[in-house]
Antibody, heavy 124, light 107 residues
Framework: QVQLLESGPGLVKPSQTLSLSCSVS??????????WSWFRQHPGKGLEWIGY???????YYNPSLKSRLIISADSSRSQVSLKLTSVSAADTAVYFC????????????????WGPGTLVTVSS | DIQLTQSPSSLPASLGDRVTITCRTS??????LNWYQQRPGKAPRLLIY???SLQRGVPSRFSGSGSGTDFTLTITNLQPEDSATYYC?????????FGQGTKLEIK
């Protein structure tokens, strides 16, 4: 059974870069079978898709974050990373990584495994 | 971006009840609609994918239906552990988007 676990600093200063890692166990991330994904949830709010890496590294990003975002996968370490530059208080959120499963019947996917999430606060 | 509107936003119910949550999308998305349950302080949990397919391990009390722009999640025989917020999510277009959530409270 796949397990995901996010890690990274809980506090980031404004204008700096937020860096998170997602450690994946129980499923290889190198085969290109899954969408390794990041989401976030602002305090008391709904869910927002950040982006994912698929097919051995090709990333797909939410256009609202694309200019500040890098998502990459390191299969040797079974980790998926997220880097978000020039953060502000608006980036304070719980960040989740998740596994996206491609549909066998069409160009879509769903997210069947999630990490517990990690809270990142942007504050000086 | 495709907008998803869930109703109701809040749903009080009792043990054993049958409830329905609706999700309407701003454009047609075939059956590319998923449902998640999120308990406080926890990660989302996939319940239904592709509008009507039950995720492995999810009780059969949960069911989904719909296509195009109108979708429903139905929960029968409500149990205490069903208290949670439920989200729909479209997988038709980038960016992937979610509904605003429906908070189900078991009285």
């Amino acid at each position: 059974q796949v397990q995901l676990l996010e890690s990274g600093p809980g506090l980031v200063k404004p204008s700096q870069t937020l860096s998170l890692s997602c450690s994946v166990s129980g499923a290889p991330i190198s085969t290109g079978d899954y969408y390794w994904s990041w989401f976030r949830q602002h305090p008391g709010k709904g869910l927002e898709w950040i982006g994912y890496t698929y097919n051995s590294g090709r990333p797909y990003y939410n256009p609202s974050l694309k200019s500040r975002l890098i998502i990459s996968a390191d299969s040797s370490r079974s980790q998926v990373s997220l880097k978000l530059t020039s953060v502000s208080a608006a980036d304070t959120a719980v960040y989740f990584c998740a596994r996206g499963v491609p549909s066998p019947h069409g160009p879509t996917n769903w997210f069947d495994s999630w990490g517990p999430g990690t809270l990142v606060t942007v504050s000086s | 971006d495709i907008q998803l509107t869930q109703s109701p936003s809040s749903l009080p119910a009792s043990l054993g009840d049958r409830v329905t949550i609706t999700c309407r999308t701003s454009e047609r998305i075939n059956s590319y609609l998923n449902w998640y349950q999120q308990r406080p302080g926890k990660a989302p949990r996939l319940l239904i994918y592709a509008a009507s397919s039950l995720q492995r391990g999810v009780p059969s009390r949960f069911s989904g239906s719909g296509s195009g722009t109108d979708f429903t999640l139905t929960i029968t025989n409500l149990q205490p552990e069903d208290s949670a917020t439920y989200y729909c999510q479209q997988g038709y277009n980038s960016p992937l988007t979610f509904g605003q959530g429906t908070k189900l409270e078991i009285k």
